[in-house]
């Protein structure tokens, strides 16, 4: 038998059912997600996405091994630029932080806010800790590098090969928004 786990936005709404495990957790401290996070945050009933370290925690997960349960109809991906690789999806009933996709990625980063308190799966790596200026040192709990990690690739290419390198495409119901459209 297979190990799931449900969760869900704020409001239950939106929620997911994730088959098996995650591949990697992951504190990413790129100033792409701080941007995003920062922008993100400003919604109404927004949870927070970014630590009190300055990085955000992440889940990742095979594409097939993530269910849309329900609430598919309710996402809205912000792109930082019209051209980013990156979109940042959101639950529009209760702006819950849902996923971060890569385009033409096999993955999906969910956010560890998805996850009631002291049930996320603790990160297993930091990453782009080089993109942290002016923020105060980070403590050496867990391993970090400057830039993603070899540990971190290597998990990315095992998953892919696992799904027999396909990348499943989420199509959502809504164009995509500008993140400085928020602040408009």
């Not at 109809?73 to 959101?90: E, F, G």
């Not at 308190?117 to 930091?126: E, I, K, M, N």
Request: a neutral charge.
């Amino acid at each position: 038998m297979s190990e799931t786990t449900e969760i869900s936005c704020g409001c239950g709404k939106a929620a997911l059912t994730l088959h098996q495990g995650p591949f990697i957790a992951t504190e990413c401290h790129c100033t792409s997600c701080r941007t995003a996070g920062e922008a993100l945050a400003e919604l109404p009933l927004a949870r927070p996405m970014i630590g009190q370290n300055g990085g955000t925690h992440f889940v990742l997960y095979r594409k097939d091994r993530v269910t849309f349960s329900k609430g598919l109809d309710v996402l809205v991906a912000y792109r930082i630029k019209p051209d980013s690789p990156t979109r940042r999806v959101v639950a529009s009933c209760c702006n819950t932080p849902i996923f971060l996709e890569f385009q033409n990625g096999h993955w999906l980063s969910l956010y560890g806010s998805l996850w009631p308190d002291g049930a996320v799966p603790p990160a297993d790596l930091r990453t782009v800790v080089a993109d942290r200026e002016g923020l105060p040192p980070l403590d050496d709990a867990i391993p970090a590098g400057k830039l993603q990690t070899a540990r971190f690739y290597a998990r990315l290419l095992g998953a892919w090969i696992a799904m027999g390198f396909k990348s499943p495409t989420i199509e959502l119901s809504h164009p995509d928004r500008a993140i400085s459209d928020i602040a408009a």
